[in-house]
């Protein structure tokens, strides 16, 4: 059988609830806004590097969304909309999380699903390379500032009489953390060691952020703050999204018809992760359910890793955002 098959749908009603999906123009951003938008939010924050992409997103969610889904609670009073963050630009990171700070009374979930998968070394305004700093360091930098909107959502009134739902603060991952190698864990300084282009390794890039993140969200549910957050990992399988557009077009169709998901199976992983109040504080999730990681996430060395990369990245974003210190003293 197709475990695809097996997933089950999520399904809460969120009327009276913010949530945000960074990346939320196509993909698993998109299919994943059509599922939340089913279920009746009071605002769906679309957030999008390119504000036109977003809008015809937007329209699109209008059109589509609810239409397939089972329990038919669209009634019109969702706010659709489309907030610009460009998670290649700290800057713009800032930028978003000030306008939440200053727009909204809460969050109920943040889905950090924005992502990239560079084929070459590429270095973003900020001095790092992109992929390192739009799936990690800009991923931790948006976590960080939202943290105390998350907090303080839960000690909020739940909108909906019966329907307890915790904040939720979720990052995307990928089982590709399995063969991660991070050949620069023994370096003294790990991010500086993956932002040295003699040391890049394009094939190691992509898994090797993805692990970080993993490891990162552990840490990161260790703050008191979010005691009271539900903090994981998603990992939503192997899905036929844009995400590897500069791969070669044979190569890329040969993964999605060997092993793609479709991207609305893909998305009831992101559902179950942000819906569920009993997943345990930093956990990995696939397949709809809590599930081991694997390789460097459990070698010997892997606490010794893990604390470094905190101390490393912690002095990155203190520097950009020093708000948000309190948040990496764990």
């Known amino acids: 059988m197709n475990k695809w098959k097996t997933h089950p749908e999520t399904v809460v009603d969120l009327t009276g609830r913010t949530i945000i999906i960074t ?94 998968y560079g084929m070459g070394w590429t270095v973003t305004k900020d001095g790092w390379e992109t992929d390192l700093q739009t799936n990690l360091l800009s991923t931790f930098l948006l976590a960080g500032l939202m943290a105390p909107l998350l907090a303080r959502a839960a000690t ?7 329907v307890t739902l915790k904040p939720h603060l979720v990052f995307s991952v990928s089982d590709t953390h399995y063969y991660a190698p991070l050949r620069a864990s023994n370096k003294s300084n790990i991010l500086e060691a993956l932002n040295d282009e003699a040391q890049y390794v394009q094939a190691d890039r992509y898994p090797d952020t993805k692990l970080m993140e993993i490891l990162m969200a552990q840490e990161l549910a260790k703050n008191s703050l979010l ?11 192997f899905c036929r999204t844009e995400l590897l557009n500069d791969m070669p077009n044979a190569f890329r169709n040969f993964l999605d018809f060997i092993i793609g998901v479709p991207v609305e199976k893909g998305a009831r992983t992101y559902m179950w992760a942000s819906l569920h109040n009993d997943i345990p504080p930093g956990a ?33 974003l203190v520097k950009v955002a020093p708000e948000t210190e309190v948040i990496w003293k764990v």
């Open 23 to 116: 990346g939320a123009n196509a993909g698993l951003g998109f299919e994943s806004a059509k599922k939340f938008y089913a279920m009746n939010p009071a605002r769906l924050i679309l957030a999008v590097r390119t504000v036109s992409k977003g809008e015809a997103a937007k329209k699109r969610l209008v059109e589509e969304g609810g239409k397939a889904a089972p329990h038919g609670t669209v009634r019109g009073e969702t706010s659709v909309e489309v907030w610009e963050v460009d998670m290649a630009s700290f800057e713009s990171v800032r930028s978003f999380a000030k306008k939440c700070e200053a727009e909204l009374e809460r969050v109920d979930v943040l889905v950090a699903n924005a992502g990239v």
């Open 156 to 162: 909020l009134p739940q909108p909906v009489e019966g």
């Open 227 to 237: 005691n009271d957050v539900v903090v994981c990992s998603v990992n939503p399988g």
């Open 284 to 316: 990995y999730t696939s397949g709809c359910r809590v599930a081991n990681t694997r390789g460097v996430t459990r070698s010997k060395d892997v606490d010794r890793i893990k604390a470094q990369l905190w101390k490393e990245m912690s002095a990155i």
